[in-house]
């Protein structure tokens, strides 16, 4: 038997490995997918799109962190956090001023209707929860596989 050639039985495994079903990323992609649809009229109802909540429940967590702290905690790089935190400075939710120790650097503070959104905002979680159909219990448990397995993905980048 030719080992460089597969068998039936590995050519059928790699078939199934290549199913859409079969895939991780298509599972998770799919659930973000209609996570962010469940969201979209909790949020519309703030006046916010979803990531621009995230933004916020950062801010909210902490205020007056740098643009760089804020993609760093949202996984993402800062040019583009820079045009959706301008929308929410027009929005009135917060300011963006320069560091004066280094100009290079700009701080998100919260405005007082920032801070006010939170408390409208209290509702979401318990909605979602309502949505997924899942205890509280299986949700944190889930959650912390999940971020697990971004730390891992990201280890491997």
Request: hydrophobic share 40%; proline share 4%.
């Amino acid at each position: 038997m030719n080992a460089d050639r597969p068998t039936a039985d590995k050519s059928a495994a790699s078939c199934d490995d290549l199913l859409l079903d079969s895939q991780m990323c298509f599972a998770l992609y799919s659930t973000s997918l209609l996570m962010t649809k469940v969201y979209k009229p909790l949020l519309q109802a703030l006046g916010l799109t979803y990531p621009q909540y995230l933004a916020m429940m950062v801010l909210w967590e902490k205020d007056g962190l740098t643009v760089g702290e804020i993609s760093t905690r949202l996984l993402t790089d800062p040019g583009s956090l820079t045009p959706l935190l301008k929308r929410l400075e027009v929005e009135g939710l917060l300011s963006r001023t320069r560091s004066r120790e280094d100009e290079r650097v700009v701080i998100v503070q919260l405005t007082d209707d920032g801070r006010a959104l939170r408390e409208r905002a209290l509702h979401v979680p318990g909605c979602i929860l309502e949505a997924s159909g899942q205890s509280v219990e299986r949700l944190k448990a889930l959650q912390a596989e999940l971020v697990l397995l971004r730390g891992s993905l990201q280890d491997s980048l």
